[in-house]
């Protein structure tokens, strides 16, 4: 029973130290973006056979739809989703309409390629990508 008398109290410090290491490699070069569906087999998504391309409109524009060709080239069963460019278009229904839109087309958990600009994989692709090789 508890007296209100704190004489009788301990207090212990927990020690919960969080280190997070999210080091990527970039790879820079000519030429580099026809190699893109043999990285994709051989380091980022090993055993993919069918993968969804997330960008936004001005990035298909003007990447998207050589990355799709390349893909699909390479035996790759590729789809494109885009959703409108700009910051303000970041929100949660832009997400909930793409998850639907992978979602009719029959993609489950299964590995996602984002081309952003020039970054291909920002950091919550790459933690899907950790998350997709742990389950191999």
Request: aromatic share 6%; hydrophobic share 40%; no cysteine.
């Amino acid at each position: 029973m508890h007296t209100g008398d704190s004489r009788h109290r301990n207090r212990v410090r927990v020690p919960l130290h969080r280190t997070v290491d999210e080091s990527y490699d970039i790879e820079i070069g000519e030429e580099l973006f026809d190699q893109v569906p043999r990285d994709l087999r051989a380091n980022i998504l090993p055993g993919a056979s069918r993968i969804a391309i997330i960008t936004d409109g001005a990035v298909r524009l003007r990447y998207g739809e050589r990355l799709l060709g390349r893909l699909r080239s390479e035996g790759i069963d590729a789809v494109i989703f885009d959703f409108p460019t700009g910051e303000k278009h970041k929100t949660r229904e832009t997400k909930s309409a793409l998850e639907d839109a992978l979602i009719a087309a029959r993609f489950g958990w299964i590995p996602i390629a984002v081309i952003h600009g020039r970054r291909m994989l920002p950091r919550w692709a790459r933690r899907a990508q950790r998350a997709w090789r742990g389950r191999m």
